[in-house]
């Protein structure tokens, strides 16, 4: 009887290099990958490169201002054309034989054409196109050219995600964060989705909202979270939120939905976020956050932070009051909180008595991402 | 072969008084699939002024797909036979033949699509986009419009009241900007002047696609059209990506080339007939003096309906506003602007 996580994928689904190359073939080059803001690609030839799955994707911003994605290897020996972000202008050409692509992908020129080929077909050898598109003020990528409309993808949850208006919140420089977790990827989102963990791993640091009163599940493979502002927090909001409120006093409360694959976006009355995961070894996976906060004045924000100051000072407390320096459960911090109790689940796998107890009612979100993974690799989607 | 049905004019409204009107025909149940039709296509009607009958094909302006009924605009022309009776002579119960809608200028509806979709018009080339934008708003919630809509000055917008009330529905998306040749004070205008190159490239950096699966929708006159042709193009919009229309002001016409006497084999409905074509005679003309019954419609180069392959020898065509790039790639003619340049030509109705 194999180990099983809690219970429907095998240990080895989190430690086998075997279940990492499946998924990134059967999960992360089949579906849309998130690839940054929209404001990231936003004059004519500018563009980003990155990785989706198996492929190597770039997105480049046409004259036309309209976007377009390519699989980043040349045409000619496959090497990679572009490189994380920059400005292509008019055309972009491989630094192995200079072969060079305008920005429809078009081959224009091959050096030394007549004396090295005596002639070459370009026109069957344009770069091989990619989707792309943008939606709630993010860049998403499909390695296929035929991946469809993306609201094929994200619109059936669309209704269960928080009413922000996210194209006219500004990007929080600060917000900014890219960090690794010695985890499997799936240990990341499942900490995410198990809403059983937040009034307990995050007693101190997230009592601003009434955890029992959630509401969550899953719309096809994605997962939908909301749940309302605790009673003290909400009755003097005004004054009591860290930075100007982003929604109407009507509307107030947490979206945390968690896309599929690993694309966490959490949608409060102050804040929009990101949390994207990125596998990169059975063992370890990147996690990526931007956040958007509403387009006010400096001085705006030094108001709300100071007027909620009172509030705030009772508000977050560590786990555990006193321990080794560093210790993340004392840091009141939840995002280390997070990450510790990643980590350490993922620590536990290896041991020979390692084996799960009973999945709670809040961790039942757990399980069915487990369920979604395994349809991925089955092919039964 | 498509047939004319007699409708009953349900309604007539002055669009614009004195100079537009939209007219609206009820269709009876038994014609409604008959009378099904696209955003963007248009109708045939029939009339007889003055002893002669004469035809004009008329952009449907409005969206089935929205529910609306089959309605036409038709701005007056001067001089113009046709327009001008609509505008003075049709009342409600009156009765029109009308021929059931075609065109391949449509915008088929994608429910689960997401696409921003470019419109850009001048004077009565609004018509048949003003149905693709209702179409589109009503049919794909996901999709986004911007329409730049060129006119003289306030007074000649079409459903000027229209487009700003669904500007108003429709805020995040719905844009319309108004270019005026000769504003007034006052004019609801975005930019003065014609739709040219630089109002092109700044309409789009100021409305840049979201959906990323943009297509463009051009219908104004012939000239408006190859300017924009020629500005999306510069800027590298894919011409896949553009589809397009000639509405009013002068066509281009070349009727300079002479054409030459031959016999012309015309294959309609599987049967080769061979026809003698007169020099100056049209192959459609040829074709009907000789008693087939072709399709046609407007014989002004502009609807389609005449279209066929050309398969043997070489003709002139005086007008093919109908016609894209690619179909003249492929050998399609319009019938009725044909002339022979060859002494044998061989045309094939398609099936």
Not at chain 1, 256 to 262: A, D, I, N, R
Not at chain 2, 85 to 96: C, F, K, L, M, Q
Not at chain 2, 131 to 150: D, K
Request: charged share 25%.
């Amino acid at each position: 009887m194999p180990k099983r996580m809690l219970h429907r994928l095998p240990v080895e689904a989190y430690t086998e290099l075997d279940w990492f190359e499946r998924e990134q073939e059967a999960i992360f080059s089949r579906t849309w990958s998130y690839a940054g803001f929209a404001e990231d690609v936003s004059e004519p030839g500018a563009y980003v490169s990155l990785r989706a799955g198996l492929n190597e994707i770039f997105v480049v911003m046409g004259r036309d201002r309209r976007l377009r994605a390519f699989h980043n290897i040349c045409r000619h020996r496959g090497t990679r054309l572009l490189r994380a972000v920059g400005n292509a202008q008019k055309a972009i050409t491989c630094p192995y034989h200079d072969w060079t692509y305008d920005l429809e992908g078009h081959l224009v020129s091959v050096p030394a054409e007549q004396r090295e080929f005596g002639e070459v077909d370009k026109s069957c050898l344009g770069l091989k196109p990619a989707s792309v598109d943008l939606w709630r003020g993010m860049l998403f990528v499909h390695p296929s050219p035929d991946a469809g409309s993306i609201m094929e993808w994200f619109g059936e949850i669309e209704p269960h995600l928080g009413p922000h208006d996210v194209d006219e919140l500004v990007e929080y420089p600060d917000g900014r964060a890219s960090y690794e977790i010695k985890a499997n990827w799936k240990i990341v989102v499942e900490n995410y989705i198990d809403v059983y963990h937040l009034a307990h791993l995050h007693s101190g640091t997230l009592a601003m909202y009434d955890h029992a009163r959630a509401e969550y599940g899953f719309v096809g493979p994605h997962y939908a979270f909301w749940e309302p502002l605790s009673a003290d927090y909400a009755a003097d909001i005004e004054r009591n939120a860290p930075m100007p409120l982003i929604l109407p006093p009507g509307q107030l409360g947490a979206w945390v939905p968690m896309l599929f694959p690993g694309i966490g976006l959490a949608e409060s009355e102050t804040s929009w976020s990101t949390y994207t995961i990125t596998p990169l070894a059975p063992d370890l996976t990147r996690v990526e956050n931007r956040t958007r906060v509403k387009n006010a004045s400096d001085w705006a924000f030094g108001r709300q932070a100071w007027r909620s100051a009172g509030f705030w000072k009772g508000a977050i407390t560590a786990k555990y009051d006193a321990g080794e320096d560093g210790d993340p459960l004392t840091s009141g911090d939840f995002t280390a909180e997070d990450v510790l109790a990643c980590e350490r689940q993922q620590q536990a796998l290896r041991s020979p008595y390692f084996e799960v107890g009973p999945a709670s009612r809040g961790e039942g979100p757990v399980l069915e991402h487990q369920e979604v993974v395994l349809r991925y690799l089955e092919g039964r989607t | 072969m498509k047939d004319f049905h007699e409708l009953v004019v349900a309604a007539v409204r002055e669009e614009i008084p004195g100079v537009a009107r939209t007219v609206v025909f009820d269709v009876p149940v038994a014609l409604r699939a008959t009378f099904g039709w696209q955003a963007g296509q248009h109708v045939t009607l029939r009339f007889r002024i003055g002893g002669e009958e004469v035809r004009r094909s008329y952009s449907i302006s409005s969206s089935a797909d929205a529910g609306d009924p089959l309605r036409i605009t038709v701005k007056r022309v001067e001089g113009g036979l046709v327009s001008n009776h609509v505008n003075d002579s049709i009342e409600p119960g009156a009765r029109v033949d009308v021929m059931a809608p075609f065109g391949g200028f449509v915008l088929e509806p994608e429910p689960r699509g997401r696409r921003t979709c470019y419109l850009i018009g001048a004077g009565s080339g609004i018509t048949p986009l003003y149905a693709m934008l209702r179409t589109i708003l009503v049919a794909e919630p996901w999709s986004a419009v911007h329409l730049l809509y060129g006119n003289r000055n306030a007074d000649s917008i079409l459903f000027l009241g229209e487009l700003s009330r669904l500007e108003e529905a429709y805020r995040n998306r719905l844009t319309v900007r108004h270019v005026l040749s000769r504003p007034e004070w006052g004019s609801p205008c975005w930019r003065k002047g014609r739709i040219d190159a630089e109002a092109i490239e700044a309409w789009i950096a100021e409305n840049p696609p979201y959906a990323q699966d943009a297509q463009y929708f051009v219908c104004g006159p012939g000239e408006m059209n190859r300017t924009v042709i020629s500005a999306l193009t510069s800027i590298d919009v894919p011409t896949r990506r553009i589809h397009m229309e000639s509405y009013g002001g002068s066509t281009d016409v070349e009727d300079t080339v002479a054409g030459v006497a031959a016999v012309a084999e015309i294959v309609l409905g599987g049967r080769r007939t061979d026809v003698p074509v007169a020099a100056d005679q049209t192959l459609l003309a040829a074709a009907r003096a000789a008693g087939m019954e072709p399709p046609f419609s407007c014989e002004a180069g502009v609807c389609g309906a005449c279209r066929a392959e050309l398969v043997k020898g070489t003709v002139h065509m005086r007008s093919k506003a109908a016609l894209t790039d690619d179909d003249l790639a492929d050998g399609s003619v319009l019938t009725c602007q044909s002339v022979a340049t060859s002494a044998r030509v061989g045309v094939r109705y398609c099936p």
